[in-house]
C-alpha cells in the first residue's frame, strides 16, 4: 500500500514486487520526499503523501489508517511475525526489503561472522540451541575459542545465552532485527 500511495507518478516506471527464496523487495519509483531522511523512518516523523486522491480512496476502504502510519505498521507486523524489521533504502528510487529468515549463510556473513560461527548459527537453527561443548565439537576450536566466539555473537545479537554459567549455559537464536 505505501509503493503505491508514496510513488512518484511522474516517473514513467512501475511499482516493482520480486520474490527470492529468503526475502521479499517492493521498489517504487521516486525517493523519499524532500524534506525526510533515512533516520526519519525510524522515529516519529511527518507523513508527506504524493498522491492523496489514492491515499483518500485506502483510507475510505480501510486499508490504511491514517497518514504516516505504513512504516511503523511495517517494522511491528514484522516484529509480532518473529520475522526481521524490513531494511528501508534508497535505491534509484525507493526499496523495502522484507526478509524471510534472517539466519541465511549470506546474511550472516555480512554480519561480519566467521565460517565456525555461520556453522554454529545453522545448528542452533536446526537443533534450536548449542551448548560450548557442542561449539567446540562441531568447529574444532578449544573451550577458549568457543567461549571468545560464542560471547561475540551474543554481543551481536545474533544468539541469546540462556542458564547458569559452566555447564548448564545454552545458546538460543535471538529474533533478529534488521539493524
Request: charged share 25%; glycine share 10%.
Amino acid at each position: 500500500i505505501n509503493a503505491v500511495c508514496h510513488r512518484d507518478y511522474t516517473i514513467p516506471s512501475n511499482t516493482d514486487v520480486r520474490i527470492y527464496d529468503d526475502r521479499l523487495i517492493v521498489w517504487s519509483p521516486g525517493g523519499l520526499p524532500f524534506g525526510i531522511t533515512m533516520e526519519d523512518l525510524y522515529k516519529p516523523h511527518s507523513s508527506v503523501l504524493r498522491n492523496k486522491g489514492i491515499g483518500g480512496i485506502f483510507y475510505d476502504m480501510g486499508w490504511i489508517e491514517q497518514w504516516g502510519s505504513g512504516i511503523d505498521k511495517m517494522r511491528n507486523t514484522c516484529t509480532k511475525a518473529g520475522i526481521p524489521e524490513p531494511q528501508f533504502e534508497e535505491y534509484q528510487g525507493f526499496r523495502v526489503i522484507f526478509r524471510k529468515d534472517v539466519y541465511t549463510e549470506e546474511y550472516l556473513r555480512d554480519l561480519g561472522l566467521n565460517e565456525r560461527q555461520i556453522k554454529a548459527a545453522m545448528y542452533v537453527k536446526e537443533k534450536g540451541k548449542i551448548t560450548n561443548k557442542e561449539y567446540q565439537e562441531l568447529t574444532g576450536v578449544s573451550r577458549q575459542m568457543a567461549t571468545i566466539e560464542l560471547a561475540d555473537m551474543v554481543e551481536k545479537q545474533i544468539l541469546v545465552r540462556v542458564g547458569i554459567v559452566g555447564k548448564g549455559t545454552a545458546y538460543h537464536l535471538t529474533k533478529m532485527t534488521n539493524k
